[in-house]
Nanobody
Framework: QVQLVESGGGLVQAGESLRLSCAAS????????MGWYRQAPGKQRELVAT???????NYADSVKGRFTISRDNAKNTVYLEMDRLKSEDTAVYYC??????????WGQGTLVTVSS
């Protein structure tokens, strides 16, 4: 079993920064994709950023140039550095891990609230 635990959410003002962390535990297949989705009130869950063990990162257009995804494979942890936050970034952010050929595992989510 694999479990993901997110942390780092909170309340910030527009223009400020926040760093999210997601630590995976359990039996983890080395080749996988980790990343972040978010869901704002009344909206569908959307992809924010992904990063495979091998390969290139991928970002939603709305966060390119502001958010940076990174991962520490030795620690099975993925991070999301969010800079120059906007009110429209307000959402619950969910971490996920998807091993190659398997089903994704999701974290419980962490709330990010950006005030104007």
């Amino acid at each position: 079993q694999v479990q993901l635990v997110e942390s780092g959410g909170g309340l910030v003002q527009a223009g400020e920064s926040l760093r999210l962390s997601c630590a995976a535990s359990g039996s983890i297949f080395r080749l996988n994709t980790m990343g972040w989705y978010r869901q704002a009130p009344g909206k569908q869950r959307e992809l924010v950023a992904t990063m495979p063990t091998l390969g290139n990162t991928n970002y939603a257009d709305s966060v390119k140039g502001r958010f940076t995804i990174s991962r520490d494979n030795a620690k099975n942890t993925v991070y999301l550095e969010m800079d120059r936050l906007k009110s429209e970034d307000t959402a619950v952010y969910y971490c996920y891990l998807r091993p190659i050929g398997d089903i994704a595992v999701w974290g419980q989510g962490t709330l990010v609230t950006v005030s104007s």
